[in-house]
């Protein structure tokens, strides 16, 4: 189950690069939320893989850890603002640069 | 807390002379005043206790665990340095007002001078070296801005950046010897540092320490080879020359010097290092400043020359000498000041400052002549005035130093040489303005000046001559005291008269003054001499060099950085992650798999997986058709979220769930403006390179991942577990780490998440879009916008969705759930109306803007967090209860939950005004196609 996880980051973190190194907005959006799907997932992996146990109170003496599923938590939501951020921006960069282009250069 | 407030009112004063400035310049100069008085009649019980010998010390503790207080200290030095400031600080007040031109802002001046005024205080007064470098900053930028004052000048602006650049790096070396400094001795209060002389100096890094201070205090008070400011800052107005470049500021150096004395001193690195730097200084500043043909020139460089003498003194490390020091620190600044106002005044009626041109004044202002001429007298260190005594003093100290050395004759030939041009300079500057010949070509034509500009000068100028005659009775408490301060000691027996008897420190006396007086008559072989050489070894011209390089060498380097392209930043981004990824990594000994034991791959995880992974890639491949590449990239969200479901974490899987929906709807919508398909532009090698990093970190990331997840872990996870029932009312510990352990964090998350939200709405403000009537293959739009059956079961499910995020909400503190993800639960439900029946139909019914919602959901979350203090407890402590309710059983309430619901009405405001608002533009931009 490790290696799968471990493989699931790597596949995401490496097609994630290379969306981000895209020339065009669009493309960069889906990049970073890649990554953040990533990041996200390797947050979670320093509490280790434990299947079946949620870290609630009752539920057995070894449940998952706790402290980094809060803190993915809050990093899920906040990747949704910034994703927001980025594909709003790269809406309005469209309209007034009348191009997607992450430079703002060449042909709309 | 007096010292305190003696420090911060002139700051307090600042912006109300400059205010009052407005009305009248007159009521301006007794605002000034009034803040100085005021200062000095606080300060007043702390001075009077410290002519008794006691150091009045006052602390606020600021940050108690980091060992960080407000501490101020007035002994006997901050008591001399304090009256210095205040005092001359008022005369300049006075001077002020009179010298300025009525078209030249006398606020600024005054609100410039009063900041000065309050760093300087700040410095003098402060208890702790770190609290002490912060004033001696403030008194650099003071200096930058008055230097500049005339800043339609471009002198003045060059030398105040010139300043700036000086005193600021020499604060930089500064700031790392005292935190050296803090470090050895244990502390950064000045009454631990002070006692810990021997400590310091048998220290290993002492030399470093010693030379990082002096740095600062060398550049601070003009000291070779850092002088060259100091004559290029005469571009200010004269009253800022009196008071910053000659009375105190410059000697926040020397300050420095006297104020660490029991601490550095007494070692041969010190004794080198600053009599070395003080006796070139002396010598230098004195043959240039004979030279100048501006007489403030003049005066600058004899500064510099004084500030070296005092330097020397103090590297000369007796008790004795440290007197004499503490004693020319007084005279310098009652004599210099006075000088530079004198001048100030010649400057005021002449127009110019050539002494080539400004000739035979007597005529024209015979009294400020003989003002001058005193004060003149007391730099040369002419008998009956006070800079004789303490030059005397030198002098028979240099002997006494010299004595023991090999070559140590030397030290009393350079000092009486010194003193010799001393005499010579200001011989010179008497002579050449009021004498010498009629006065050529002048701009103005010379009167005296109005009587209350005189005053100041006549103030000083009675002082020089009353310490001059009378020392005793006049210098002799405060020196006693500031000595005792600098010593840290009793002050040895000095014996301030005017006559010694017959000693070699008379003797050379006697050589300076004739000596003086002979150069000065033989001066027109060695100025045709100057003539030759000037400009030749200006330190200016290499700063400048210098500063031109290093400014071209930074616009390099960002030219080659920062190219404007975002593809190439993001390259240079990734490299430098995988380089310093692969630094950390290399080399180390430690084998990629730990020795966890690893759980076991069923059949769905595979597959699972195996969708992931092919899906990731098909969107990577796929990239340019984005309609397909946004489908598989949600799709890879929902495995994320199988993932989560299967790894025992079911409030992620949740939270993931609801924000892939939102961003899935988000991502659409934006579609829907974008071209439908990115063009194949980036070059083949362009895409091997990105494919080349893209595997690079693709690969690190499942190494790091691979190397924690098969390593054991020691997490304080289980502190969670166990405190979550007691300590947080709760079951679920995600959550009640989110709303109570952690909840200062989710405070600021949501904040995150409304300002990123409300810069979303400021974006789209002006977003008018022009949508293309149809898609890129010309197949128009559906009329049928709004499907009758989607809409009439999206509103159907309405009620459903909210009860469901209620259910989701209560249940959130002890089962899956909470507010993120009853937020996220509300918000899609509302979306799903908006797309279902259309903005307009939504608008009339729903709220969309939600600005006032996302300010009240912060403020709830803020006041939740407040009310805590109302119990003395810390910020967000949460209290609880269960409370049986008729049918639902037993509910958790906890505070907590208040907080809880501050998080969803955030999360919820925040997405619909995201969403809300592009969907708006998106209405608009389809009726405009429409139509």
Redesign the interface.
């Given at each position: 189950m490790e290696a799968l996880v471990a493989l699931a980051i790597g596949t995401l973190t490496g097609c994630g690069i290379y969306l981000m190194l895209r020339t065009r907005t669009f493309p960069v959006a889906l990049g970073l939320t890649l990554l953040s799907y990533a990041t996200n997932l390797f947050l979670f992996t320093t509490g280790r893989l434990v299947m079946g146990r949620p870290p609630l109170v009752g539920g057995g003496s070894v449940t998952a850890d706790p402290l980094p599923q809060a803190l993915v938590l809050t990093a899920i939501v906040i990747s949704f603002a910034m994703t927001a951020f980025v594909i709003v921006l790269a809406l309005v960069a469209r309209v007034e640069l009348d191009s997607d282009h992450v430079d703002g250069a060449g042909s709309p | 807390m007096s010292l305190l407030i003696a420090v911060l009112l002139p700051f307090l004063g600042a912006p109300v002379v400059a205010g009052l400035a407005r009305r009248s310049r007159r009521l301006a100069a007794w605002g000034a005043a009034a803040a100085a008085l005021l200062t000095l009649a606080v300060l007043l019980p702390a001075i009077a206790d410290g002519f008794t010998g006691a150091t009045t010390i006052q602390r606020l503790a600021w940050i108690p665990a980091a060992g960080l207080s407000l501490s101020f200290r007035l002994d006997g030095l901050g008591l001399l340095f304090a009256a210095l400031i205040l005092g001359i600080g008022l005369l300049v007040i006075l001077y002020a007002l009179y010298y300025l031109p009525p078209r030249d802002s006398l606020g600024r001046l005054y609100a410039y001078l009063l900041l000065f005024m309050g760093s300087m205080l700040g410095v003098v007064l402060s208890g702790n070296l770190i609290q002490l470098l912060i004033f001696w900053e403030l008194t650099s930028l003071a200096s930058f801005l008055l230097i500049a004052y005339w800043r339609q000048r471009e002198s003045a602006r060059r030398g105040a950046r010139m300043a700036l650049a000086v005193t600021g790096g020499g604060g930089l070396a500064l700031l790392a010897g005292c935190l050296l400094l803090g470090e050895i001795a244990g502390s950064y209060e000045l009454s631990v540092v002070l006692e810990q002389g021997d400590l310091v100096r048998a220290h290993p890094l002492y030399l470093p320490t010693l030379v990082l201070i002096l740095l600062g205090a060398f550049t601070k008070s003009a000291q070779f080879p850092f002088h060259f400011w100091l004559p290029h800052a005469m571009a200010a107005p004269t009253p800022v020359s009196a008071y910053l470049h000659s009375a105190t500021m410059v000697k926040a150096g020397v300050f420095l010097l006297a104020r660490l004395f029991p601490v550095l001193s007494g070692t041969p690195e010190w004794t080198w290092l600053v009599t070395g730097a003080g006796l070139v200084t002396l010598l230098a500043g004195a043959v240039i400043a004979l030279f100048k043909h501006d007489f403030k020139g003049l005066l600058a460089y004899s500064t510099i020359s004084h500030l070296g003498l005092i330097t020397a003194l103090f590297g000369i490390g007796t008790p004795l000498a440290a007197v004499a020091g503490v004693f020319h620190i007084i005279n310098h600044a009652i004599f210099k000041a006075g000088l530079f106002m004198a001048a100030g005044i010649v400057d005021h009626e002449c127009g110019t400052r050539d002494m080539r041109r400004v000739n035979g004044l007597w005529r024209f202002m015979p009294y400020t002549a003989v003002l001058a001429m005193v004060a003149s007298a007391a730099m040369a260190g002419v008998p009956l005035f006070n800079g004789f005594l303490s030059k005397e003093m030198f002098f028979a100290e240099a002997v006494t130093a010299g004595g023991g050395l090999r070559f140590g004759w030397l030290l009393p030939v350079v000092v009486t040489i010194a003193g010799l041009f001393a005499v010579a300079y200001s011989v010179r500057f008497i002579h050449d303005v009021f004498f010498n010949g009629e006065p050529v070509d002048l701009p103005k034509t010379p009167h005296e000046p109005p009587r209350w500009m005189k005053v100041p000068v006549e103030v000083l100028v009675v002082l020089c001559l009353l310490v001059g005659i009378f020392p005793a009775q006049t210098v002799e408490p405060i020196l006693a005291v500031a000595a005792q301060a600098v010593l840290q000691a009793p002050p040895p027996a000095h014996d301030l008269a005017l006559w010694h008897g017959v000693s070699p420190a008379l003797f050379m006396s006697i050589v300076a003054l004739a000596g003086g007086v002979l150069l000065y008559a033989l001066r027109r072989p060695l100025f045709a001499l100057h003539q030759r050489w000037e400009g030749r070894f200006d330190a200016r011209v290499f700063f400048e060099l210098l500063e031109a390089g290093a400014r071209r060498q930074a616009q390099r380097l960002i030219a080659r950085l920062d190219t404007?392209?975002?593809?190439r930043q993001?390259?240079m981004l990734?490299v430098a992650v995988i380089v310093m990824g692969a630094g950390g990594v290399l080399g180390t000994a430690a084998p990629l798999t730990g020795t966890?034991a690893?759980?076991?791959?069923d059949g769905a995880?595979?597959a699972a997986?195996a969708v992931?992974?092919g899906a990731?890639?098909g969107?990577?491949v796929l990239?340019?058709q984005?309609l397909t590449?946004?489908i598989l990239?949600g799709a890879?969200?929902l495995i994320?979220v199988l993932?989560?479901v299967?790894?025992?974490?079911?409030?992620?899987a949740l939270?993931?769930l609801a924000?892939e929906v939102?961003?899935i709807v988000?991502?659409l919508l934006?579609?829907h403006?974008?071209?439908p398909e990115?063009?194949s532009?980036?070059t083949c090698g362009r895409r091997w390179r990105?494919?080349g990093?893209?595997?690079l970190?693709?690969?690190?990331?499942?190494?790091?991942?691979?190397a924690?997840?098969?390593r054991p872990?020691a997490?304080?996870?289980s502190w969670?577990?166990d405190h979550?029932?007691p300590g947080g009312g709760?079951?679920?510990?995600?959550n009640v780490?989110?709303v109570d352990f952690?909840g200062f964090?989710?405070f600021g998350?949501i904040t995150?998440?409304a300002v990123?939200?409300l810069?979303?709405f400021a974006?789209?403000e002006?977003?008018?879009?022009?949508l293309p009537p149809g898609d890129a293959a010309g197949r128009r739009w559906d009329a049928d916008v709004h499907p009758l059956i989607l809409a009439t079961f999206a509103r159907l499910l309405l009620p459903l969705a909210l009860l469901v995020a209620v259910f989701v909400f209560l249940r959130g503190h002890?089962?899956?759930g909470g507010g993120?993800v009853a937020g996220?639960i509300i918000a899609v439900a509302l979306i799903v109306q908006f797309l279902a029946n259309g903005v307009s139909w939504a608008h009339a019914r729903l709220p969309s803007r939600t600005q006032p919602w996302l300010a009240a959901g912060l403020l709830l979350a803020l006041a939740t967090g407040l009310a805590s203090w109302l119990f003395g407890r810390p910020f967000l402590t949460s209290a609880s209860s269960h409370v049986g309710i008729p049918l639902l059983g037993e509910v958790a309430l906890a505070s907590a939950m208040l907080f809880d619901l501050a998080v969803c009405v955030v999360?919820v405001s925040?997405?619909l005004l995201?969403l809300v608002n592009?969907g708006m533009t998106h209405q608009a931009g389809q009726q405009q196609a429409n139509r």
């Open positions: - | 404007g392209s975002l593809q993001g390259a990734v966890r690893l759980l076991p791959v995880s595979l997986a992931l992974v990731t890639l969107a990577t990239h340019r984005r590449a946004l990239v890879v969200g994320v993932a989560f299967t790894l025992s974490a079911p409030d992620l939270t993931q924000v939102v961003t988000l991502l934006a579609l403006f974008l071209p990115s063009p532009e980036s990105d494919a990093l893209a595997l970190g693709g690969s690190g990331a499942t190494a790091l991942a691979w924690v997840l098969t872990t997490s304080i996870g969670y577990l979550s029932l709760g079951r679920n510990v995600v780490i989110l952690r964090d989710t998350e995150v998440l990123a939200a810069g979303i974006l789209l002006r977003f008018r879009p022009q002890n089962l899956p993120f996220l999360v925040a997405t995201i592009l």
